[in-house]
């Protein structure tokens, strides 16, 4: 469904049952972080959970032909789009076409000389598979390297990309333009938009850890997206890929984008607190992911303030002494001993 929000009008690119721009809704990606295995229970799980939280896409690292087949397996099994990251061997390209992979991130730079372009996008436009070309500040052509002016240079590498597909009339294509810094992702994207409607994947890349690396983001993506720029967002961090998930929705949500699942309101706790905010998000946080309604939970430490601060929740838990209360839109609707507080929360979280 396309929504009300201020993306700019660029081209739609569909990946499987996504669309990425288009005026669709911002989509969510992350990178898988382990090298693809067999399938089994556990890693469609985790695909699931991601999928729980806010996945719209998840890429992959294919460095073997025999990692293409695994993917193809692997994209039999689930909904989820899934992405082959291609460096140099064109033919592993082919290869995840051919096996139903949902998008090739290559860039046809990498992958050698013309005919082989040729052979992978005549694949793509048979299979209706979408190509994503990532300029990375870091691995700029030879030609381009040593450019004083780095935003210049990636638009440059860009349009000699672009060069290419377009000889071949291919435009299924999304662009991506990655720095570790901040306001070079910002000026390269903002660039690039106002010469081109291709859908942008937005993301600072080896943004650093948790922390750091969520500031960063937050800090590119939600300048872009406000000036409705950007259709597909990865949020980098060397963390888990629910953590880049999570980021990469709640900067949608901070951006006033409707995004499905709860709002997650929390207190920083302080000398007042007697109830565990943390222990009790972490023990909630995959039911609270995994929930599609549109609506706020409160998770805070005091009944001094807590019910109060948190009035607007549709749903909080609290402490008073050994004590855990409930309450709905700031009026308490039960009180429970600490140790039962996450079975009767769990009870009231079933009935709204
Ligand atoms: S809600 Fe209570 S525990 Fe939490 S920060 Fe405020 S005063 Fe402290």
Request: aromatic residues 6%; charged residues 25%; hydrophobic residues 40%.
């Amino acid at each position: 469904m396309k929504n009300q929000n201020k993306e700019r009008n660029t081209r739609a690119v569909k990946v499987k049952k996504i669309m990425i721009g288009g005026g669709f809704p911002v989509t969510v990606q992350t990178m898988w972080k382990k090298p693809l295995e067999k399938i089994g229970k556990t890693l469609l799980k985790e695909i699931r959970e991601l999928a729980d939280a806010g996945c719209d896409i998840i890429r992959f690292a294919v460095p073997t032909i025999e990692e293409a087949a695994l993917l193809g397996e692997l994209q039999a099994e689930t909904e989820m789009p899934l992405v082959a990251d291609i460096h140099f061997d064109y033919r592993i390209a082919l290869e995840c076409m051919r096996q139903g992979v949902a998008k090739i991130r290559i860039n046809p730079g990498n992958i050698g000389d013309e005919n082989r372009v040729q052979e992978v996008i005549q694949a793509a436009r048979d299979t209706a598979t979408p190509l994503r070309i990532g300029v990375n500040a870091g691995s700029l052509p030879a030609g381009l390297r040593d450019e004083k002016d780095i935003v210049a240079a990636m638009l440059k590498s860009a349009e000699i990309e672009l060069e290419l597909l377009e000889k071949y009339g291919f435009r299924n294509v999304v662009f991506s333009f990655k720095s570790s810094d901040v306001a070079t992702t910002i000026n390269v994207n903002r660039r690039f938009r106002e010469q081109h409607d291709y859908p942008l994947h937005l993301g600072v890349t080896e943004a650093g850890p948790r922390i750091p690396g969520i500031v960063k983001n937050t800090a590119a993506l939600y300048t872009l997206l406000s000036e409705g720029i950007g259709e597909t967002i990865r949020v980098s961090l060397s963390a888990d890929p629910l953590d880049e998930v999570i980021a990469g929705r709640e900067i949608l949500r901070a951006c006033g984008r409707t995004v499905k699942g709860v709002n997650l309101i929390s207190c920083p706790t302080c000398g007042r607190t007697t109830f565990p905010v943390r222990d009790f998000y972490e023990k909630v946080s995959a039911r609270l992911n995994a929930l599609e309604k549109n609506i706020s939970i409160a998770i805070m430490g005091c009944h001094v303030n807590g019910p109060g601060e948190a009035r607007h929740a549709d749903l909080g838990i609290t402490g008073a002494g050994k004590y855990a209360l409930i309450f709905k839109k700031g009026e308490i609707i039960r009180r429970e001993l600490i140790e039962n507080a996450y079975t009767a929360f769990i009870e009231e979280l079933d009935r709204i």
